[in-house]
């Protein structure tokens, strides 16, 4: 079996060729001090987004001059600017097993005579034109003057670099979204859409960057507002796990991701809102609200309650009588839908009734479903029971989460491919774990 190769000595090869790539590119001419004077002036106008203008003070004698352009993060790891000097580039060598390869490999990629994190530029005049800068980048430029020798066998004759001048580009100034709109899903979602972003400017290299958005929620219009989506494509988002009559606020902003780099626009100052639809819920033969003064529940003996005052009833009859409210219930709630949005409005109807109904642990019917829609009695287990029934009804798997056990209980169920959870009592449900329990 072949060892494989050590990835230190990888990193320190890199390292090494990258040393040997700057000390070429900028050290293509001798340094003879006092034959130049060295660059000064030095400084920079017009900055925009990818671009610098830069201009020095004219050197007498010299030919042409040299300037070197590199990000100002590489700057410091590879001595690059101000001169490559044998001791810095030893430190990166040794370095080239730590955070030095990294920077070092980085360089390597990316340095070159066009490149984005390095530039060579040679000019005839005491100003040169920067293109393909990075947006929002901070760079070390210097200068070095050159007296170009005719004779073949010799080399230029160079000064020193100039003392480096940093600048940072612009970033791009990102407007707000445009036709933010929301309104309600159901009773526990809302929907939000907006217009696509257009972002004029391009990077660097003359490509399109890319655009999302970040939606941010809070329950009140001049509360905290905290981001409940990031990274969304699409023009549309819908804030799900909402409890009915419930009225939300909310700002969109985009998000352009430019250079590598995210650039986010402003938050606007007046937000818009929706509130969730009410939630209404089925019980009995007759199909009226529960919350109203109707027949009441099937077996009841009137009331919206739908308490019950039969007695001597089977085991099965209870579960009959349960089930008809059960399926009710269920067909008032439909199809239509993501499957949270829907199992919610269970979970709120269920919990209607448990509203009307007499909290104890004492008795037959306190634990089941039978308790809740027709007797009038409840416990967190007759809750579970009565969700899990109406649940059967809609086509929905369920387990029953501490059963038998004096503690909380509630349904657990899968909805939209995600595991959640289901609460008949307090008559919510969400993706995930029981956020109170």
């Known amino acids: 079996m072949k060892k494989k190769p050590n990835k230190v000595w990888i990193y320190m090869v890199r390292a090494l060729a990258v040393i040997a790539l700057l000390i070429f590119l900028f050290s293509g001419c001798s340094s003879v001090p006092g034959s130049l004077e060295t660059p000064e002036g030095v400084?920079?106008?017009a900055i925009s987004l990818h671009t610098a203008e830069l201009s020095w003070k004219e050197v007498e004698r010299a030919t042409a001059y040299e300037v070197s352009v590199i990000e100002a993060r590489y700057a410091g790891a590879t001595g690059a600017t101000g001169g490559t000097g044998a001791a810095e580039a030893a430190e990166v060598a040794e370095n080239a097993g730590g955070t030095g390869a990294a920077e070092a490999a980085e360089v390597a990629e990316n340095a070159g005579a066009n490149g984005t994190a390095c530039q060579?530029?040679?000019?005839?005049?005491a100003a040169a034109s920067i293109q393909g800068l990075k947006a929002g980048t901070e760079y070390q430029a210097t200068v070095t003057a050159i007296y170009e020798v005719d004779e073949d066998d010799k080399e230029d004759v160079c000064s020193e670099p100039s003392e480096p001048v940093t600048f940072v580009t612009?970033?791009?100034?990102?407007?707000?979204?445009?036709?933010?709109?929301?309104?309600?899903?159901?009773?526990?979602?809302?929907?939000?859409?907006?217009?696509q972003y257009q972002e004029e400017n391009t990077n660097a290299d003359g490509s399109a960057p890319a655009v999302s958005y970040i939606v941010y929620y809070s329950d009140k219009e001049s509360g905290s507002y905290e981001a409940v989506a990031e990274g969304i494509t699409e023009t549309s988002y819908t804030h799900t796990g909402l409890a009915a009559k419930t009225t939300g606020y909310y700002k969109v902003t985009a998000v352009v991701t430019m250079d590598e780099k995210d650039f986010e626009g402003p938050q606007p100052e007046t937000p818009v809102s929706a509130t969730t639809e009410a939630a209404t819920y089925y019980g009995g033969q007759t199909g009226t609200d529960a919350a109203g003064s109707g027949t009441g529940g099937a077996g009841s003996s009137g009331g919206g309650s739908g308490q019950s005052?039969?007695?001597?009833?089977s085991s099965a009859q209870k579960q009959a009588q349960a089930r008809a409210v059960a399926q009710q219930i269920a067909a008032g709630i439909g199809t239509q839908g993501t499957d949270l949005e829907r199992v919610a409005k269970a979970a709120q109807a269920v919990s209607a009734y448990c509203s009307k109904a007499t909290y104890t642990t004492e008795g037959s019917d306190y634990s089941q479903?039978?308790?809740?829609?027709?007797?009038?009695?409840?416990?967190?287990?007759?809750?579970?029971?009565?969700?899990?029934?109406?649940?059967?009804?809609?086509?929905?798997?369920?387990?029953?989460?501490?059963p038998n056990q004096w503690t909380h209980q509630w349904c657990k169920v899968t909805m939209d491919g995600q595991a959640g959870w289901a609460d008949g009592q307090i008559g919510m449900a969400g993706y995930g774990e029981h956020p109170f329990v």
């Open 43 to 45: 400084e920079t106008a």
């Open 120 to 125: 060579i530029i040679e000019t005839d005049e």
């Open 170 to 195: 612009e970033t791009p100034q990102i407007g707000q979204v445009a036709s933010v709109e929301a309104k309600a899903g159901g009773t526990s979602s809302v929907i939000l859409s907006w217009q």
């Open 309 to 313: 005052s039969n007695t001597g009833l």
């Open 369 to 402: 479903a039978y308790g809740v829609f027709i007797k009038g009695e409840y416990s967190c287990a007759g809750a579970t029971r009565a969700l899990g029934m109406v649940l059967e009804c809609m086509g929905y798997k369920w387990e029953h989460v501490n």
